[in-house]
């Protein structure tokens, strides 16, 4: 009920969960005031769904809360080694590699650099401006409310907010009390990727339709090769091979929603298609078809 409250007075949910669990506490010790404070923090967040979804379906998994050290989730500053993912993305798009490099692993700094020399990447907020503003100003409220999430006047906030002159800009002329930048983020992607309102409501209901594993090593190998015996859904890892998955399921052999997992896996190509598209080089957005057919294979040294 309080929850409710709060979210009929314009709040973002994060926030008016926030103010619900401090009223419903009625406490004034300073100490748990700010534990309350720290709920409406990214990863906690993400932690109280966690436990939410773990109780829901009565799971018998174990939750365990780790401290974050270091930097908060959206700090833009350097801070060494325990950098957030928000600032190291801003050194390395500053060409600052060797700053970056004292925050990431050695592993993952190596796969960065590989697809920078390509041109294969990294991909930026700023990559896609060009396309979205355009894009934004090509729809109108009734091509908005097709989608997914664009509710409580999002069309008509996105609609009037594409006449700002840069990304930054309409983000900020977006977001307001009630909808955050993340969820505003989200929401962009919606027209472009054709998340229509009744494909997620199926999906909420259906679940995903297949697994589709983008990575493995030899341990990952054997895992996989038990697994795929007893899963439900289909686990793809070559993607061109997708139609088998459909004959299998019109044979009874696996049951799936054909429909549905058509609908998914389209926008899981064309996701790839989008991104790879913002590459540096020509060549490098060729290749980018690679990521729909190729699954990763790490071999590991002996």
């Not at 919606?190 to 983008?214: A, C, H, M, W």
């Not at 060549?283 to 699954?295: N, T």
Request: hydrophobic share 35%; glycine share 4%; aromatic share 10%.
């Amino acid at each position: 009920d309080l929850l409710k409250k709060h979210l009929k007075t314009g709040h973002s949910f994060p926030n008016a969960r926030k103010y619900a669990l401090r009223d419903f506490i009625h406490s004034e010790n300073a100490a748990l005031s700010h534990r309350i404070e720290e709920i409406g923090s990214s990863n906690n967040i993400l932690g109280v769904e966690y436990l939410r979804a773990i109780q829901e379906i009565k799971s018998k998994m174990t939750p365990h809360s780790i401290m974050r050290v270091g930097a908060s989730y959206t700090d833009e500053e350097h801070r060494g080694e325990f950098s957030s993912a928000t600032a190291i993305r801003r050194l390395i798009q500053n060409g600052d590699i060797e700053s970056a490099s004292q925050s990431m692993p050695k592993e993952s700094l190596d796969v960065i650099l590989r697809e920078i020399r390509s041109g294969r990447g990294p991909v930026f907020k700023e990559n896609v401006e060009s396309f979205f503003i355009p894009f934004f100003r090509l729809l109108s409220r009734e091509d908005y409310s097709r989608y997914y999430g664009f509710v409580e006047g999002l069309d008509a906030r996105f609609q009037e907010c594409s006449m700002e002159g840069s990304l930054e800009r309409f983000l900020r002329c977006v977001k307001s009390k009630r909808f955050t930048l993340s969820r505003i983020r989200r929401l962009m992607y919606y027209p472009v990727l054709r998340f229509t309102d009744n494909l997620i409501r199926k999906s909420n209901e259906l679940g995903p339709q297949y697994i589709r594993v983008l990575a493995f090593n030899e341990r990952g190998r054997f895992h996989l090769s038990r697994i795929k015996r007893s899963m439900k859904i289909p686990v793809i890892t070559t993607t061109s091979l997708w139609r088998k998955v459909v004959d299998k399921s019109l044979k009874e052999e696996i049951k799936i929603d054909v429909d549905l997992f058509e609908a998914q896996l389209k926008r899981d190509f064309t996701a790839v298609s989008f991104y790879s598209s913002l590459y540096k080089y020509p060549e490098s957005r060729a290749r980018g078809s690679d990521l729909l057919s190729q699954v990763v294979y790490h071999r590991q040294e002996r």
